[in-house]
């Protein structure tokens, strides 16, 4: 459970990060795992399990896949999701998420089986590549180098991340101790 408010501000643990663990559950493994990106967040009732491109998995070999051109990937993930209340629908949408962008989704029922899910995308340009569940789940990302270059980021989007962060602070600084204030 991290990061209350994150996702709703109901009540803590509605925020929840999964890491993939080689070996032993402990928390320095758990650590590790983290920061080497083997992991997704989620609102407890949706996974995705194993994400990988073109056979490489989040968290392994610093999460990149590397092109020499331009050509299409192939995207897999396990996802599941579990029916959230009465009348909720059976169906989630998951989606292929290259730089920010929906580029394709699959439906799968929200039977909290576990779906295997395959997509394939054009990658032109050095890219970042995730899965989401809008609302519920995101993977971190895989990045896609095409011939050597950098990703780039568009103007649009460090912009939206810079008033993300400023957003977070507004509502975060105040918790922080005056002695350090400097170092947040």
């Known amino acids: 459970e991290t990061d209350f408010p994150c996702i709703s501000g109901e009540r803590p643990g509605m925020g929840r990060s999964y890491v993939k663990l080689n070996g032993k559950l402990s928390f320095d493994a758990w650590c590790?795992?983290?920061?080497?990106?083997?992991?997704?967040?989620?609102?407890?009732?949706?996974?995705?399990?194993?994400?990988?491109?073109?056979?490489?998995?989040?968290?392994?070999?610093?999460?990149?896949?590397?092109?020499?051109?331009?050509?299409?990937?192939?995207v897999a993930v396990k996802a599941a999701s579990r029916n959230r209340g009465v009348g909720a629908s059976k169906a989630e949408r998951v989606e292929l998420i290259v730089n920010g962008f929906p580029v394709e989704s699959k439906v799968i029922e929200a039977d909290g089986q576990t779906h295997q899910i395959a997509f394939q995308a054009s990658i032109n340009r050095s890219s970042w590549v995730a899965i989401r569940i809008l609302g519920s789940a995101h993977t971190n990302p895989i990045f896609v180098t095409v011939s050597g270059k950098q990703i780039r980021a568009s103007r649009r989007s460090a912009e939206w991340c810079l008033a993300s962060v400023d957003q977070c602070w507004s509502q975060k600084s105040r918790f922080y101790a005056p002695a350090e204030l400097g170092q947040a």
Request: aromatic letters at 6%; charged letters at 25%.
């Open 32 to 74: 590790d795992g983290l920061s080497r990106g083997a992991s997704y967040v989620s609102n407890g009732y949706a996974h995705l399990l194993d994400f990988e491109v073109d056979g490489h998995q989040v968290g392994a070999e610093n999460s990149e896949v590397r092109l020499d051109n331009p050509r299409m990937i192939r």
